[in-house]
């Protein structure tokens, strides 16, 4: 029924409300935001960030949505005023946008939280408000401390240490805390500690009270330092803690050295490169990470589109004069796909010639696209497929090769020779990531524990992509780092370009090469 019909009449339709989910995203650790934050972060549409809040979790924001940074580190670098982060969340809502407004920790836990949903009240804006875990109870946890006990504390407090130590009123009441409260936590108190912990001496608490205090909790990059009242703060001056930090106060403290379950994870605190692509250097990360790990991944290679489509499109318009279509990569076929898309194709435009790839795992990526690969050789090589290929016939057979920018020439060339016609056609290159720096830095600032090889192209990209001027400069940058290879081919190449090699797996595949990383440090302890 069309009665619904619009007519001139009809007024234009209102604008869609916008709406402000303030989400906390937990403490450090990404995975620590909860399914419902989550949730919403992949369906926003502008995303208002602070410092805090894990970066990682922004990578899981549609593609298309805005990122706005609005700082906050330590309550000196503000890139914005609270007013301008206000105006802003009503702006954006006003445009009808989905805002997720991204907290660390809690929002409503020393996190300004009230006062923005406070703006957004008095303006009419809807809004939500999902928690987070907050620091606290994740620093006591990761630091093997459970922020109460039956036997040793009924009460706990979360307590700002940023108070200016100056001010004549306090609105913290320290005769009543210090002896009041079990368990006591300081949010951003590392400047205060000397002035924390001397007003809750000097108001009663045990001068023997333990206190730990952690930095970057629930992060790979955790430090925790222990002490008591009376000594916490030198030994924390002397580890040169810097925020962002929390102080836990409490006879509780004293469970850690029973219950330190991941700061006694076997690599913990291990800084590990990893120099594979980074599609495949996932399952190498995780393995390490779970171990405790702090990984950087360093990828080698980087694999991006071709400068230019036009070759590709212009075989794909004239698909039916070929007589095959071969794949003799994962990369390329995905590439290919992924262009096919772009152009609004699909399997069915592959009507005609017949299809041959490389191995298993390339017909596989077929397969996931509709189709199934018409040859696949016994050998999975580009010699292995030239040769079932010349079995099918090759003279007079026209060939459509679609492959990175540079690759062997076995396969063309062997189909050449035996009188096909072959075109190839770039679908990727392999470039070095442009983001090396950050690599050098940390291995200028001596932070780098373990770099692990996981083929040669990994060895020889990574060290002209370090641009050492000689092998003085290689070897300042390398002194004191431990060099992992999955192989005896990694490790010849590794070897012949000056590099000793402490870890190399009896089998060689990741999980044997993860087990000699976790045999290394283990003997070594
Ligand atoms: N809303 C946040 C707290 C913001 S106040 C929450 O609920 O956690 C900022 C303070 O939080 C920092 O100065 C520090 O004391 C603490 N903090 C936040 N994340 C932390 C982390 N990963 N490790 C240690 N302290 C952290």
Known sequence: MDVMKKTAHNPPPTPRAGKVYLIGAGPGDPELITVKGMKLLQRAEVVVYDYLASKKLLKQVPKDAELVYVGKMGGVHHAHTQDEINRMLVDFARQGKTVVRLKGGDPFIFGRGGEEIE????????????????????????????????????????????????????NIAWDKIATGIGTLVFYMGIKNLPIITEKLMANGRSPETPVVVVRWASTPEQQSVEGTLATIADRVRAAKIKPPALIVVGEVVSLRDKINWYEKRPLFGKRILVTRTREQASELVHRLEDLGA????????????????????????????????????????????????ELGLDARNLKGPKIGVVGTATA???????????????????????????????PGKKVLLPRAAKAREVLPETLSEAGATVTTVPVYRNVQPADYAEVRQALEEKAIDLITF?????????????????????????????????????AKTAVQKGLTIHIQPKTFTIPALVDAILDHYAKRA
């Open 454 to 490: 996981t083929s040669s192209s990994t060895v020889i990209n990574f060290l002209e992509m370090l641009q050492c001027a000689g092998e003085a400069e290689q070897q300042r940058l390398l002194d004191g780092v431990k060099i992992a290879t999955i192989g005896p081919i990694t």
């Open 294 to 341: 702090n990984c950087l991944e360093g990828s080698t290679i980087a694999l991006v589109p071709p400068d230019s489509w036009a070759e590709l499109d212009q075989e794909l318009r004239r698909l039916g004069d070929y007589d095959w279509l071969l794949f003799t990569s994962i990369n390329a076929t995905r590439f290919f796909f992924q262009r096919l898309a």
């Open 119 to 170: 703006v957004l009240v008095d303006h009419g804006i809807a809004y939500e408000v999902v928690p987070g875990v907050t620091s606290a109870t994740a620093a006591a946890t990761y630091a093997g401390v459970p922020i109460t006990h039956r036997q040793y504390t009924a009460s706990v407090a979360f307590i700002t240490g940023h108070e200016d130590p100056t001010k004549a009123a306090s």
């Open 364 to 394: 596989e990526v077929l397969q996931a696209h509709g189709i199934r690969a018409d040859l696949v050789p016994e050998e999975f090589t580009g010699e292995g497929l030239a040769a079932a290929l010349l079995k099918e016939g090759m």
